[in-house]
Protein backbone atom coordinates (compact mmCIF):
# COMPACT_ATOMS: atom_id res chain seq x y z
CA UNK A 1 0.00 0.00 0.00
CA UNK A 2 1.15 3.20 -0.34
CA UNK A 3 0.26 6.60 1.61
CA UNK A 4 2.06 10.04 2.12
CA UNK A 5 1.91 12.27 5.30
CA UNK A 6 2.39 16.11 4.53
CA UNK A 7 3.45 17.55 8.26
CA UNK A 8 2.18 20.72 9.13
CA UNK A 9 -1.07 21.89 6.93
CA UNK A 10 0.21 25.55 7.40
CA UNK A 11 3.86 27.03 6.90
CA UNK A 12 4.33 30.68 7.08
CA UNK A 13 7.82 32.21 6.09
CA UNK A 14 9.11 35.53 5.75
CA UNK A 15 10.26 36.95 2.49
CA UNK A 16 13.86 35.68 1.65
CA UNK A 17 13.68 32.91 4.12
CA UNK A 18 14.46 29.72 3.41
CA UNK A 19 11.46 27.21 2.45
CA UNK A 20 10.92 23.44 4.11
CA UNK A 21 7.52 21.59 3.33
CA UNK A 22 7.94 18.27 4.79
CA UNK A 23 6.74 14.97 2.94
CA UNK A 24 7.21 10.81 4.74
CA UNK A 25 5.96 8.28 2.33
CA UNK A 26 4.77 4.67 2.87
CA UNK A 27 5.18 2.02 -0.02
CA UNK A 28 5.36 -1.10 -0.17
CA UNK A 29 7.49 -1.35 -3.47
CA UNK A 30 9.91 1.10 -4.78
CA UNK A 31 8.11 4.56 -4.89
CA UNK A 32 8.26 7.63 -7.36
CA UNK A 33 6.98 10.74 -5.86
CA UNK A 34 6.06 14.06 -7.09
CA UNK A 35 5.71 17.30 -5.71
CA UNK A 36 2.71 19.88 -7.25
CA UNK A 37 1.91 23.33 -6.75
CA UNK A 38 -1.86 24.25 -6.50
CA UNK A 39 -2.84 28.23 -6.82
CA UNK A 40 -6.20 29.17 -5.74
CA UNK A 41 -9.13 27.86 -8.28
CA UNK A 42 -6.24 26.21 -10.60
CA UNK A 43 -5.58 22.71 -11.60
CA UNK A 44 -2.09 21.31 -10.14
CA UNK A 45 1.54 21.74 -11.74
CA UNK A 46 4.08 19.31 -11.46
CA UNK A 47 7.26 21.02 -9.55
CA UNK A 48 9.59 17.97 -9.79
CA UNK A 49 9.76 14.22 -9.68
CA UNK A 50 12.11 11.24 -8.35
CA UNK A 51 11.95 8.41 -10.87
CA UNK A 52 15.40 6.56 -9.33
CA UNK A 53 17.53 8.69 -10.44
CA UNK A 54 19.59 11.08 -8.66
CA UNK A 55 18.58 11.45 -5.77
CA UNK A 56 18.45 15.51 -4.95
CA UNK A 57 15.96 16.81 -7.49
CA UNK A 58 15.73 20.00 -8.92
CA UNK A 59 12.53 21.56 -10.06
CA UNK A 60 11.12 24.75 -11.42
CA UNK A 61 10.69 27.81 -9.58
CA UNK A 62 14.07 27.17 -7.41
CA UNK A 63 12.54 24.24 -5.63
CA UNK A 64 14.56 21.17 -5.05
CA UNK A 65 13.54 17.77 -2.89
CA UNK A 66 15.70 15.10 -1.68
CA UNK A 67 14.68 11.42 -1.32
CA UNK A 68 15.90 9.71 1.74
CA UNK A 69 15.02 5.82 1.88
CA UNK A 70 16.33 5.79 5.16
CA UNK A 71 13.88 8.50 6.42
CA UNK A 72 11.02 7.61 3.85
CA UNK A 73 10.89 11.58 2.90
CA UNK A 74 10.70 13.57 0.05
CA UNK A 75 10.94 16.91 1.31
CA UNK A 76 10.59 20.46 -0.10
CA UNK A 77 12.50 22.93 -0.09
CA UNK A 78 13.81 26.58 -1.79
CA UNK A 79 16.72 28.65 -0.35
CA UNK A 80 14.74 32.06 -0.58
CA UNK A 81 10.78 32.13 -0.66
CA UNK A 82 9.09 34.82 -3.03
CA UNK A 83 5.87 36.27 -2.45
CA UNK A 84 4.48 34.29 -5.88
CA UNK A 85 5.71 31.33 -4.03
CA UNK A 86 2.05 31.29 -1.62
CA UNK A 87 0.19 28.21 -3.07
CA UNK A 88 -0.62 24.41 -1.73
CA UNK A 89 1.84 22.16 -1.80
CA UNK A 90 0.84 18.71 -2.55
CA UNK A 91 3.14 15.37 -2.36
CA UNK A 92 2.30 12.16 -4.22
CA UNK A 93 3.95 8.27 -4.61
CA UNK A 94 3.00 6.13 -6.84
CA UNK A 95 4.71 2.35 -7.00
CA UNK A 96 7.46 1.93 -9.19
CA UNK A 97 6.68 0.88 -12.89
CA UNK A 98 2.94 1.64 -13.14
CA UNK A 99 1.67 5.12 -12.44
CA UNK A 100 -1.51 4.37 -12.57
CA UNK A 101 -2.64 5.95 -9.22
CA UNK A 102 -1.19 8.52 -7.71
CA UNK A 103 -1.62 8.73 -3.64
CA UNK A 104 -1.98 12.68 -2.36
CA UNK A 105 -0.88 13.56 0.65
CA UNK A 106 -3.52 16.50 2.67
CA UNK A 107 -1.21 19.27 1.31
CA UNK A 108 0.83 22.15 3.04
CA UNK A 109 -0.56 25.64 2.65
CA UNK A 110 2.79 27.87 2.35
CA UNK A 111 2.04 32.01 3.15
CA UNK A 112 5.06 34.49 2.78
CA UNK A 113 5.48 37.04 5.05
CA UNK A 114 6.28 40.52 3.46
CA UNK B 1 -1.30 26.17 -25.12
CA UNK B 2 -2.07 22.44 -25.40
CA UNK B 3 -2.58 21.38 -22.01
CA UNK B 4 -5.37 19.37 -20.31
CA UNK B 5 -8.83 21.58 -20.85
CA UNK B 6 -12.25 20.81 -18.53
CA UNK B 7 -15.34 22.22 -19.31
CA UNK B 8 -17.17 24.11 -17.46
CA UNK B 9 -15.18 25.17 -15.37
CA UNK B 10 -17.97 26.03 -12.40
CA UNK B 11 -21.25 24.24 -12.39
CA UNK B 12 -24.02 25.01 -9.90
CA UNK B 13 -26.98 22.43 -9.94
CA UNK B 14 -29.56 21.62 -7.73
CA UNK B 15 -29.82 18.28 -5.77
CA UNK B 16 -31.21 15.57 -7.67
CA UNK B 17 -30.11 16.51 -10.82
CA UNK B 18 -27.54 14.98 -12.82
CA UNK B 19 -24.14 16.67 -14.18
CA UNK B 20 -22.04 15.92 -16.85
CA UNK B 21 -18.34 17.08 -17.07
CA UNK B 22 -15.53 17.09 -19.96
CA UNK B 23 -11.74 16.58 -20.17
CA UNK B 24 -9.70 17.16 -22.95
CA UNK B 25 -6.35 15.44 -22.56
CA UNK B 26 -2.99 16.24 -23.97
CA UNK B 27 -3.27 15.10 -27.41
CA UNK B 28 -0.03 12.34 -27.35
CA UNK B 29 -1.21 11.29 -24.23
CA UNK B 30 -2.62 7.83 -23.87
CA UNK B 31 -3.63 7.72 -20.13
CA UNK B 32 -6.69 9.79 -18.59
CA UNK B 33 -7.22 9.87 -14.80
CA UNK B 34 -10.28 11.31 -12.93
CA UNK B 35 -9.59 12.36 -9.00
CA UNK B 36 -11.86 14.54 -6.44
CA UNK B 37 -10.57 17.40 -4.39
CA UNK B 38 -12.90 18.50 -1.47
CA UNK B 39 -11.76 21.34 0.35
CA UNK B 40 -8.66 20.96 2.19
CA UNK B 41 -7.58 17.27 1.18
CA UNK B 42 -5.56 16.33 -1.43
CA UNK B 43 -6.57 14.61 -4.92
CA UNK B 44 -8.24 11.88 -4.28
CA UNK B 45 -8.57 9.26 -7.03
CA UNK B 46 -11.47 8.16 -8.30
CA UNK B 47 -10.91 6.32 -12.35
CA UNK B 48 -8.02 5.79 -14.95
CA UNK B 49 -8.53 4.95 -18.79
CA UNK B 50 -5.53 3.85 -20.84
CA UNK B 51 -6.77 4.63 -24.80
CA UNK B 52 -10.46 3.96 -24.67
CA UNK B 53 -10.43 1.07 -21.42
CA UNK B 54 -11.16 2.08 -18.45
CA UNK B 55 -8.37 -0.09 -16.26
CA UNK B 56 -9.68 0.84 -12.72
CA UNK B 57 -12.68 2.43 -11.12
CA UNK B 58 -13.38 0.36 -8.01
CA UNK B 59 -12.56 3.59 -6.17
CA UNK B 60 -15.58 5.48 -8.08
CA UNK B 61 -17.50 6.95 -5.37
CA UNK B 62 -21.05 4.80 -5.55
CA UNK B 63 -22.63 3.85 -8.68
CA UNK B 64 -23.86 7.25 -9.06
CA UNK B 65 -20.81 8.20 -10.49
CA UNK B 66 -19.64 6.83 -14.16
CA UNK B 67 -16.92 7.66 -16.68
CA UNK B 68 -16.57 7.05 -20.49
CA UNK B 69 -13.44 7.55 -22.76
CA UNK B 70 -15.35 6.49 -25.76
CA UNK B 71 -12.67 7.40 -28.56
CA UNK B 72 -9.48 7.21 -26.21
CA UNK B 73 -9.45 10.58 -26.65
CA UNK B 74 -11.67 12.99 -24.25
CA UNK B 75 -13.63 11.70 -21.38
CA UNK B 76 -16.93 12.71 -19.50
CA UNK B 77 -17.64 11.99 -16.17
CA UNK B 78 -21.41 11.90 -14.76
CA UNK B 79 -22.51 12.20 -11.78
CA UNK B 80 -26.18 10.88 -11.31
CA UNK B 81 -28.78 12.36 -8.80
CA UNK B 82 -26.34 14.91 -7.29
CA UNK B 83 -25.81 14.85 -3.29
CA UNK B 84 -24.61 17.76 -1.59
CA UNK B 85 -21.75 15.92 -0.62
CA UNK B 86 -21.15 15.63 -4.26
CA UNK B 87 -19.75 19.10 -3.89
CA UNK B 88 -16.35 19.31 -5.06
CA UNK B 89 -13.69 20.14 -7.36
CA UNK B 90 -13.26 17.17 -9.93
CA UNK B 91 -9.95 17.38 -11.46
CA UNK B 92 -9.09 15.56 -14.81
CA UNK B 93 -5.26 14.49 -15.41
CA UNK B 94 -3.51 13.16 -18.62
CA UNK B 95 -0.48 10.81 -18.94
CA UNK B 96 1.84 9.31 -21.47
CA UNK B 97 2.26 5.58 -20.66
CA UNK B 98 6.45 5.10 -20.43
CA UNK B 99 8.42 2.13 -19.56
CA UNK B 100 9.18 3.98 -16.16
CA UNK B 101 6.60 6.14 -14.93
CA UNK B 102 4.15 8.40 -15.95
CA UNK B 103 3.84 12.28 -15.11
CA UNK B 104 0.06 13.47 -14.70
CA UNK B 105 -0.56 16.78 -16.11
CA UNK B 106 -3.85 18.73 -14.47
CA UNK B 107 -6.46 20.41 -15.72
CA UNK B 108 -7.78 23.45 -14.00
CA UNK B 109 -10.59 21.20 -12.96
CA UNK B 110 -14.37 21.51 -12.52
CA UNK B 111 -16.20 22.95 -9.39
CA UNK B 112 -19.16 21.52 -8.19
CA UNK B 113 -21.51 23.09 -6.42
CA UNK B 114 -24.87 21.30 -5.19
CA UNK B 115 -27.81 23.03 -3.75
Known amino acids: AQSVTQLGSHVSVSEGALVLLRCNYS??????LFWYVQYPNQGLQLLLKYTSAATLVKGINGFEAEFKKSETSFHLTKPSAHMSDAAEYFC????????????FGTGTSLTVIP | DTGVSQDPRHKITKRGQNVTFRCDPI?????LYWYRQTLGQGPEFLTY????????KSRLLSDRFSAERPKGSFSTLEIQRTEQGDSAMYLC?????????????FGPGTRLTVL
Open chain 2, 93 to 105: ASSLRTVSTDTQY
Open chain 1, 92 to 103: AVTPYGTGNQFY
Open chain 2, 27 to 31: SEHNR
Open chain 1, 27 to 32: SSVPPY
Open chain 2, 49 to 56: FQNEAQLE
